[in-house]
């Protein structure tokens, strides 16, 4: 295969994601290693004031914010399945999107990016009408705002055919199955949990754009950006491992410039 190796790469991560008094993970920590922060929006994590402090976190440490929308589940962190139409996705896409809006304009910067959360990530990912609504949100908001999708998924592709920017995201801490989607969260093992395996699945995503699913068969990829989960025991210091091997192998670690389209 042709070598894909990555000169730079970006690192992202679910953010803001606590709500009222009940706390999820170590942002301020979390934001001092990634490159982009998807700030959840209210609907599954998130609340005016947990947005807000996210927002000023990440200009802080200079990390592209993005917004983390998803299904209308607080009680399930949006994790669950939900019946929703192409018009439904579009409106609550855009809701959320402008929600965000509101706090990172006030606080003088602007949105980079566009990442749908948990049940609704993996919908979009197989469903070519929701992703299409999706990416038409998104476009429809600012066109110059970037997709995140998973690798090789409808999403990617709804956002291609949109006209907008798009990164296609692999996950370090995934399990993948043949077909290229991620094994389902309730799957026993789909989270790896050895840092050093899930260093080197993303060691190999990065450098030969390729994947070993759990049946043993490699997929093959295109990674632009890296997902670490901020909700684990060890999420910061497996963060700081992962960037640490990427720069040892002279990868570099940036949001996606503004100007970049991958396909």
């Known amino acids: 295969m042709k070598n894909a190796f990555a000169k730079t790469i970006d690192i992202n991560s679910d953010l803001g994601e606590s709500f009222g008094a009940w706390r999820m993970g170590d942002d301020a920590a979390l934001l001092a290693i990634v490159s982009s922060a998807n700030i959840a929006c209210g609907f599954h994590g998130g609340d005016p004031d947990i947005m807000r402090g996210t927002v000023a976190m990440a200009i802080q440490h200079d990390v592209a914010i993005g917004a983390h929308v998803s299904l209308p589940d607080l009680q399930g962190f949006g994790r669950r399945e939900m019946a929703v139409t192409p018009n439904e996705a579009y409106a ?9 809006h509101g706090f990172v304009q006030a606080a003088g910067t602007r949105l980079r990016h566009v990442k ?11 469903d070519a009408a929701l992703a299409a609504a ?20 409808a999403l ?28 389902p969260r309730r799957e026993p093992d789909a989270v790896i949990q050895e840092s050093d ?3 080197a699945q993303a ?19 295109r990674a632009d950006t890296l997902c670490v989960h901020g909700d684990g ?11 640490v091997a990427l720069e040892a192998a002279d990868i570099g670690i940036a949001a996606p410039h503004a100007t970049e389209t991958h396909a």
């Open 197 to 199: 395996e899930a260093i």
């Open 116 to 126: 749908p959360h948990g049940a609704l990530y993996n919908m979009a990912a197989r």
């Open 134 to 153: 999706i990416a038409r949100a998104v476009h429809d908001f600012d066109p110059s705002l970037r997709l995140f999708g998973l690798a090789n998924s």
């Open 156 to 183: 990617v592709d709804a956002g291609v055919a949109a006209g907008i920017p798009v990164a296609a995201e692999a996950f370090a801490d995934r399990r993948y199955r043949s077909d290229g989607s991620l094994q």
């Open 233 to 243: 025991a060890h999420a910061v210091a497996f963060a700081r491992q992962l960037r």
């Open 203 to 221: 060691m190999a995503m990065a450098r030969e754009g390729q994947v070993r699913a759990v049946d043993g068969s490699v997929i093959t990829l």
């Open 92 to 100: 609550l896409t855009l809701y959320q999107i402008g929600a965000l």
